[in-house]
């Protein structure tokens, strides 16, 4: 039995609402796999019958991710795309229940490669156009590096611009946290689309 995850930080709080949303059959999307450990979870969520689209631009992450995949057996059903994530709608189709993006630099990578505000934003705006009714998008924002604050900016200006007819979208962050820890932003496709 699987001890029970706390929800202290933004990946946390991201997965217990992915855990809530995504079920075996489902399409995913994970923006940013980094080490893998979104893409891992979305695949088990999604399990055999489901399909998983996971983006990075470093060769390093594609390569963690596949092996962590590959060692938990879940790698069948997951498409590995060496690209960054503002041509996601090049290769993933509409319908998709989850898309998860872990803005920042690869934990233990270079950290001065970093998530940029435009290309982010670009990928954001793609994601929420191929979100089934009751789909979700989880951002986990870092402000404590160079450019992160800017890129958070961009991320809430982009959400304040959503209909509020086709989205609900949420900003969680801890209050007995510094104000730079990650936190999260939670984007949830209406059901009923445009009603």
Not at 30 to 50: K, Q, Y
Not at 136 to 155: K, M, R, S
Request: aromatic share 6%.
């Amino acid at each position: 039995m699987k001890k029970k995850e706390s929800l202290r930080g933004a990946v946390p709080l991201s997965h217990f609402y992915l855990r809530q949303v995504v079920r075996p059959g489902d399409l995913v999307l994970d923006a940013t796999c980094g080490n893998g450990f979104d893409t891992l979870l979305l695949a088990e969520l999604a399990g055999e019958g489901g399909q998983v689209w996971a983006f990075d631009i470093q060769p390093r992450a594609i390569a963690a991710t596949r092996t962590l995949l590959e060692r938990e057996g879940c790698l069948a059903a997951v498409h590995l795309l060496e690209a960054g994530h503002e041509r996601l709608a090049e290769f993933v189709p509409a319908g998709l229940a989850a898309a998860v993006f872990n803005l920042g630099y690869l934990p233990g990578g270079e950290t001065s490669l970093v998530t940029d505000p435009v290309r982010t934003v670009s990928a954001l705006g793609q994601a929420a156009k191929l979100l089934k009714s009751g789909g979700i998008i989880t951002v986990a924002l870092y402000t404590g590096h160079e450019g992160g604050p800017e890129e958070a900016q961009a991320v809430h200006e982009w959400g304040a611009s959503l209909s509020p007819r086709e989205y609900n979208v949420w900003c969680s962050r801890q209050l007995n946290r510094p104000p730079v820890a990650p936190y999260l932003v939670l984007v949830e496709r209406i059901r009923g689309g445009s009603c």
